[in-house]
DNA sequence: AGTGATATGTGAATGAATTGACAATATTCA
DNA sequence: TGAATATTGTCAATTCATTCACATATCACT
């Protein structure tokens, strides 16, 4: 992973990775670009293109072993993290968030969470501070945040990255700045909803 | 919107859109491309040049009027507050995402909710059907469905593609596939967690 | 009303991503 | 073991998206 990715292929990754593991769970131990293809429409040229930026994964005249895949992949997205995450914001979705906190062993899970309002809040499975005192208790190295916040979303915004937080994946509604060296994903059904509303549209003026 | 639109420039419409509401609610009411670059991170041209694809929006030597720009959009991309949305799997993270259901009126409500098992779900904000009855239950019209099960996800997916839902918003971490007339976005939180790992990792190597 | 200032909209230039085509190479089977 | 086969990895061509630069249109002010 030592040149630049395209943006694009970024976010086909993810889609890679979700999808040789349902081959593994299935039985499926060896792939070619050409079947993954037909099974995440996405065409087999641009499946070797984006694997070759990692290294040479495949085989010649063979294909692609699916474990070793699957191997090379989490690691080579994991040597980029052991990443340490906080989750700011434990309201209704961010719990639900908690719940989910063996995320496939993709990435390092949340490490602890810290909310405005610690004391009324029920039993979750990971350390839960004040966030007054995020700086406090903010894991060593800890660089991403997962924000759920529904309140002063920009005062809290600011008050992270003053204390080093350089990734924030935003599941609040509300639009916020950031200096530009912090990166923001914007994890947002609505807009999801939207665009395939919009999809759905076109699709229908077509016919 | 009778030219077709870039993929890019669809996926950040509703960026642009979030930024007018609230703009708008700050009490904007006039805004230029300039400005409304600072504010959501995208180069004024690009911004005109994805706007000018709707119509001619704005007027030069003045900017863009907010309201305006607002109604344009919502109308351009259908968003009717008609669109009829269904949940399908009321579990954890179903139930936090009803709460939320007043999403910013920026779209039709979730209309009712579909589970394996509704007996066993408390309290919830609209009505609840068991799934096997989704043909039954399913709004008239109703396209879209927001997926959020963690079993039989294939099953669940070709029984609603059956039953005439076109577009989903898939929130499992499973794998499915659609025939092509029927549109998936993927929000997955896993995923965006790494693409902001990633874009932090490439910043700190270029410094 | 007329003129200057200002921001849009867009053609042309640049840059990024996809796709086509094929040489290179591992595997398989005789 | 070696030839035939099959599939990768990548160069080159193409398509798609961004950015530049400026002519054009609207507003604001005298």
Redesign the interface.
Same mark, same amino acid.
């Given at each position: 992973m030592t040149r630049?990715?395209p943006k694009v292929t970024?976010?086909r /990754?993810?889609?890679y990775l979700?999808?040789l593991?349902?081959l593994k769970q299935l039985g499926v131990k060896k792939i070619m670009s050409s079947e993954l293809a037909k /099974?995440?429409?996405i065409l087999p040229t641009t499946i070797r293109r984006d694997f070759s930026l990692i290294g040479r994964l495949g085989k010649q005249g063979y294909g692609y072993d699916v474990d070793e895949l699957i191997e090379i992949f989490s690691n080579q997205?994991n040597i980029?993290?052991d990443?340490r %995450?906080v989750l700011i914001g434990v309201g209704?979705?961010g719990?639900? +968030?908690l719940? /989910?906190n063996n995320? *496939?062993h993709? +990435?390092g899970e949340v490490t602890c969470a810290f909310d405005k309002d610690p004391d009324n809040i029920g039993d979750i499975n990971v350390p839960l501070y004040n966030i007054n005192d995020f700086a406090k208790y903010k894991p060593q190295g800890c660089? %991403?945040a %997962?924000l759920c916040v529904s309140e002063n979303v920009q005062e809290t915004v600011n008050m992270l990255v003053e204390n080093g937080i350089?990734?924030?994946?935003d599941?609040t $509604? &509300? $639009?916020f700045?950031v200096p530009? *060296?912090v $990166?923001?994903? /914007?994890?947002?059904?609505?807009?999801?909803?939207? &665009?395939?509303?919009? &999809?759905?549209?076109? *699709?229908d003026r077509k016919r």
């Amino acid at each position: 992973m030592t040149r630049s990715v395209p943006k694009v292929t970024l976010q086909r /990754y993810p889609i890679y990775l979700k999808a040789l593991r349902k081959l593994k769970q299935l039985g499926v131990k060896k792939i070619m670009s050409s079947e993954l293809a037909k /099974y995440v429409d996405i065409l087999p040229t641009t499946i070797r293109r984006d694997f070759s930026l990692i290294g040479r994964l495949g085989k010649q005249g063979y294909g692609y072993d699916v474990d070793e895949l699957i191997e090379i992949f989490s690691n080579q997205l994991n040597i980029d993290f052991d990443e340490r %995450i906080v989750l700011i914001g434990v309201g209704n979705l961010g719990k639900a +968030l908690l719940k /989910y906190n063996n995320w *496939d062993h993709v +990435l390092g899970e949340v490490t602890c969470a810290f909310d405005k309002d610690p004391d009324n809040i029920g039993d979750i499975n990971v350390p839960l501070y004040n966030i007054n005192d995020f700086a406090k208790y903010k894991p060593q190295g800890c660089r %991403i945040a %997962i924000l759920c916040v529904s309140e002063n979303v920009q005062e809290t915004v600011n008050m992270l990255v003053e204390n080093g937080i350089k990734g924030i994946v935003d599941l609040t $509604h &509300e $639009h916020f700045v950031v200096p530009e *060296d912090v $990166h923001v994903r /914007y994890v947002d059904i609505v807009s999801s909803i939207i &665009e395939v509303v919009f &999809e759905v549209n076109e *699709d229908d003026r077509k016919r």
